[in-house]
C-alpha cells in the first residue's frame, strides 16, 4: 500500500515493472494458446482460425476421463489440506515447544517435487505388498487394495505436498509483530545449542531492521 512517506510515481512504476514481469512470464502461455487455433499447427507459416484440434482432444473418452480426476482431486485435495493446516495451525499455537513442529511441518518445502513423487510411489508399493502378504497369512481379504496406485495414493501424496502450505499461511505470528514474537520466542526456547540469550536476542534485531516484517 501507498504509505504518506511514499510518492505516487513511485509506487507505480513499481506496479507496472511487476505486472510488466508477470506478463513476460506469462507469454510463452499465451502464445501456445494462440497457436492452438491455427489449423496448421505449430510453426506454420501461414495461421488459419480453427477449433477442429479441440474437438479432437475432446473426444477422446480417455483424456476426458484424466481431466475430470484431476478435476475431483484438486477438490478433494483443497477440502482436505485446508483443514488440516488450520488445525495444524491451531496446535502449534497451543503448543509450547513450538520448534519441533514447525520443523516437521515445513520439511517437505526442502525436498524436491519429483524426489516427493519417486519416494511415495515405492512406500505405496512397498505398502500395498505388505497388506497382501498380511490379508494371505490372516486367511482374509481385508487388507486387498488398502494402497492400491488409485484416487486415495494420490490425495496422500497431494495432501503431503500442499498441507504445508496451508500451515504456513495459516501459522500464528506468521505475520506483522506476531510472527516476530513467535521467532524470538522459537530461537528462545532451544536449550543446550550453545546459543546464548544475548546471542539470541542481537540476531534477532538484526533480522528484524533488514526484515521489517519478522
Known amino acids: ?35 492452438s487455433f491455427n489449423e496448421h499447427g505449430f510453426g506454420a507459416a501461414i495461421y488459419e482460425f480453427t477449433v477442429d484440434w479441440y474437438r479432437v482432444v475432446l473426444g477422446d473418452r480417455m483424456l476426458v476421463a484424466s481431466l475430470e480426476w484431476t ?10 489440506a485446508v483443514p488440516l493446516g488450520l488445525l495444524a ?55 486387498y487394495g488398502w494402497f492400491e496406485l488409485g484416487f486415495l495414493t494420490a490425495l496422500i501424496g497431494a495432501l503431503c505436498l500442499y498441507c504445508h502450505s496451508h500451515y504456513d499461511v495459516a501459522l500464528p505470528g506468521s505475520t506483522d509483530g506476531s510472527r516476530k514474537k513467535l521467532w524470538g520466542n522459537g530461537l528462545a526456547g532451544i536449550p543446550g545449542r550453545g546459543i546464548s540469550a544475548d546471542s539470541c536476542r542481537g540476531l534477532q534485531r538484526m533480522c528484524i531492521r533488514n526484515d521489517p516484517v519478522v
Not at 478435476?71 to 482436505?80: D, E, H, I, R
Open 1 to 35: 500500500m501507498l504509505d504518506e512517506h511514499g510518492k505516487a510515481w513511485s509506487y507505480r512504476a513499481k506496479w507496472a515493472y511487476l505486472l510488466f514481469v508477470v506478463f513476460v512470464l506469462l507469454l510463452p502461455v499465451f502464445y501456445i494458446i494462440y497457436i
Open 71 to 80: 478435476a475431483y482431486l484438486a477438490v478433494g485435495a483443497v477440502a482436505s
Open 89 to 143: 495451525a491451531k496446535f502449534c499455537k497451543s503448543s509450547r515447544n513450538k520448534v519441533p513442529f514447525v520443523t516437521l511441518m515445513l520439511m517437505p518445502l526442502f525436498v524436491p517435487a519429483d524426489i516427493m513423487g519417486s519416494s511415495l510411489l515405492v512406500f505405496f508399493k512397498n505398502m500395498n505388498g505388505f497388506f497382501e502378504w498380511l490379508s494371505d497369512s490372516l486367511g482374509v481379504t481385508w487388507f
